[in-house]
Nanobody, 128 residues
């Protein structure tokens, strides 16, 4: 089981980035996929999630209306489209899954310790 996150970089405030989370060793259609982020000196926090059961999504209040999570089954990849980026969005972003979760509750509660599989993070820096 592997998750590979990519797409981070340096962007100006108001700009956009699309993060990708490519899965191997399992079909991500069948599992909850979440995005967490960790800013310097802060706890890892749940940002967004897409469930495996009905495709429902979760967004943290701080990103609602700006971020969109989606899934491409053919590419076995989940995306996080991030628009209207702010300096507060600066963080290392991680994608994660857990084979026992059936909804996005753990991500919504920022219970990172409940998630079993993690990709290496990708750094997003929002700065002018």
């Amino acid at each position: 089981v592997q998750l590979q996150a990519s797409g981070g970089g340096l962007v100006q405030p108001g700009g956009s980035l699309r993060l990708s989370c490519a899965a191997s060793g399992f079909a991500l259609d069948y599992y909850v996929i979440g995005w967490f982020r960790q800013a310097p000196g802060k706890e890892r926090a749940g940002v967004s999630c897409i469930s495996n059961t009905d495709g429902s999504t979760y967004y943290a209040d701080s990103v609602k209306g700006r971020f969109t999570i989606s899934r491409d089954s053919a590419k076995n990849t989940v995306y996080l489209q991030m628009n209207s980026l702010k300096p507060d969005d600066t963080a290392v972003y991680y994608c994660t899954t857990d084979f026992e979760q059936n909804d996005c509750t753990a991500v919504a509660d920022s219970r990172w310790y409940a998630m079993d599989y993690w990709g290496k993070g990708t750094l997003v820096t929002v700065s002018s």
